[in-house]
Each structure stands twice: as structure tokens, then as C-alpha cells.
């Protein structure tokens, strides 16, 4: 038995929700989306600190009519990607952006949102590459191998929340951190480590077990900065929220946001009574409000911190 006091046996042969990366996006969606608050909360966040922490930065080492080369990391839907090409384009008409995502349902959605912004995105030229990072690597390594290419270079490389599904994070910021032209710069977004998920997961780490999935919080890729002294911009998004719906049995956006969480596909009728009854009042505890009132709710984290190193 794990200290979380459930058998081990309850965490056998459960179905992994990244085995399918449409119904996880979908998952993801109800998990994040929050009538819009997510939208408007990354909106806030480019216009303040990524224009602050990146595009102010590009204006005093890049000129207006270079064309910026954005690298994109699973970049899902493309909403938050949007936040920051709005922020970009204001400044640089011409942008070519590479999005490395290995879900198709969510690259079209993202090409159906660049579609109905015409004509503010109009300068941006897109090239949309539906695979895995790992995948990216190899085919990047074997072009140049094959055709004796140089290495393609970017301005900017972001990968927002998903850098939970590589390898090895410190060989990805690695490989990401050379992949920029000088001055560029590398944002990476991760969970604080107070934010939900990340406490679910290091309570249930076998929920993660034989998943491409890595239990990784912000405190991770700061750790891997401090070893080789390098210093980065950071920015601690605060976003407590309700999550109330995870525990009403007859709510469908309740039961999604659940398997998201625990990342188990259908964890309602999948997970061992046990298991669930654990993780519900784990998840009852987190959702409980700082106020004096213990029954009041909204207390969940959502916090997330969004890092920028400079090259
Ligand atoms: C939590 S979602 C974040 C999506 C988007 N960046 C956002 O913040 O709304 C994680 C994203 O990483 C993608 N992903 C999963 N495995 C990946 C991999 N091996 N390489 C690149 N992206 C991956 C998923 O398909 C998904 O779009």
C-alpha cells in the first residue's frame, strides 16, 4: 500500500487518457476552458508579461522587418498561442510559425481560429507539423543529415504546458535552448507546484506510471537553471477556481475535468471504488477555500508559472 493509503492494485490496468490525444484535448478542454476565464487570463498575461518579458526585448535586438521564426510546442487548440501571435504581430508583420502537435482534432481547431482572425493574421506564415516533439528531433536530425542543411534557428520557442509529455525535460531544454538564434528566447509555462494536478499526482504517482506523462512543476526547470547558473525572467500566475462539478455524479463536465486530473480515460466508471472515493476527497480537501468558513469552496489551484530565458 502507497502512503496515500490506496492498494496498489486498484492502479493496475487503468486506461491512460493520452492514449488517445483527441479525447484528452477534449478532456483538457473541460478541464481548462472555465467559460472563457482561461482565454482571459492568458490575454492579460501576453499583454503584460510576455510583452514585457519577450516582444520588448525582441524591439531592442531585432528590427521591425525581420521575419520572426516561432517554434511552437504542443500548442493544442492555438487559444494561447493566439494571445501571444496578437502581441507579436503588432510589432512584426512578418512571422513564420512552426506548431509541433501531435493531436489532429486540435491543429485544425487552431487553423479554424487563425482562419476566422483574417485578416489580423495575415503575415504569419504557418507550417503545421502533426507529431511529437521526440518526433520533431529525429526528422529536424535526419534533414540535415540527409540534405546537409544548417540547423533551422528561431526567435522564440515556446512551449506552454507541455513539456509534461517529453523524455527527459533537461535534454529538451537543451536541444530547445540551441535551436535559438542569438538573443531569442525560450518560454516555458508549468504548473506551480501548489496547483492541483501536480498534488494529485505526487499523492497517486502511480497515476502517471507507464504514461508518457511526467509529474513536472515549475520548481523542476528552475532547479535544471540553477545548476548552470542561468538566469531567466519568471512570473507567477495566481488562479484559484471551483471545482465543485467533479463531485456531483451527474455532471458530464464534471466527470471530464476528473479524467483530465487524474489523467485516467473515464476514471468514473474505470477507477476501483477505492481509488476514486481517495482522489474525490483529496480533491474535496484541495477545493476548500482559505476562508473561515471550512465548507466554502474555490480553493483549487490552477497556478501556473511562465519562464523566459534569454540566449
Ligand atoms: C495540457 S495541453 C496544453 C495545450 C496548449 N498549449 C494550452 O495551453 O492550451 C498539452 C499539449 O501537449 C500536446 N502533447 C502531448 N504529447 C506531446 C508530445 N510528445 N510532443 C508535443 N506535444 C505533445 C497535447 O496534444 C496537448 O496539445
Known amino acids: 500500500m502507497a502512503d496515500n493509503g490506496v492498494p496498489e492494485s486498484c492502479f493496475e490496468n487503468l486506461p491512460k487518457l493520452v492514449e488517445d490525444l483527441d479525447d484528452y484535448l477534449e478532456a483538457y478542454q473541460a478541464y481548462a476552458e472555465f467559460s472563457g476565464l482561461k482565454v482571459n487570463i492568458y490575454k492579460d ?3 503584460i508579461i510576455f510583452e514585457d518579458h519577450v516582444v520588448s526585448h525582441f524591439t531592442s535586438k531585432f528590427p521591425s522587418d525581420e521575419i520572426i521564426r516561432v517554434l511552437a510546442v504542443g500548442s493544442g487548440d492555438g487559444k494561447v498561442d493566439s494571445c501571444m501571435l496578437e502581441q507579436l504581430v503588432a510589432r512584426y508583420p512578418r512571422i513564420h510559425y512552426t ?38 528531433q529525429k526528422l529536424e536530425e535526419e534533414k540535415e543529415r540527409s540534405r546537409g542543411v544548417d540547423k533551422e534557428r528561431f526567435h522564440l520557442i515556446h512551449a506552454v504546458h507541455s513539456l509534461y509529455y517529453v523524455n ?11 535551436r535559438l538564434v542569438k538573443h531569442g528566447a525560450l518560454l516555458v509555462i508549468l504548473l506551480s507546484e501548489e496547483a492541483g494536478i501536480y498534488r494529485v499526482w505526487d499523492r497517486y504517482p502511480k497515476l502517471c506510471e507507464g504514461s508518457p506523462a511526467t509529474n513536472l512543476c515549475s520548481a523542476h526547470l ?25 463531485f456531483d455524479p451527474a455532471s458530464i463536465k464534471g466527470g471530464r475535468m476528473l479524467d483530465f486530473i487524474t489523467h485516467v480515460r473515464n476514471f468514473r466508471q474505470s477507477a476501483p471504488e ?8 483529496f480533491l474535496r480537501g484541495l477545493n476548500q477555500s482559505d476562508r473561515e468558513d471550512k465548507m466554502s469552496t474555490g480553493g483549487y489551484q490552477r497556478d ?4 523566459v530565458m534569454i540566449k
Open 304 to 307: 501556473w508559472d511562465s519562464m
Open 274 to 281: 477505492e481509488l476514486k472515493k481517495s482522489v474525490v476527497a
Open 45 to 47: 498575461w501576453a499583454r
Open 222 to 246: 528552475r532547479e535544471i537553471y540553477a545548476r548552470s547558473d542561468t538566469p531567466y525572467k519568471f512570473h507567477h500566475q495566481s488562479w484559484p477556481s471551483d471545482i465543485s462539478q467533479c
Open 99 to 136: 506548431v509541433v502537435e501531435p493531436a489532429k482534432e486540435p491543429l485544425e481547431e487552431f487553423k479554424a481560429l487563425i482562419n476566422d482572425n483574417r485578416p489580423k493574421f495575415d503575415g504569419v506564415e504557418f507550417e503545421w507539423r502533426n507529431e511529437t516533439f521526440d518526433d520533431f
Open 168 to 178: 527527459d525535460l533537461q535534454q529538451a531544454q537543451s536541444y530547445l535552448r540551441d
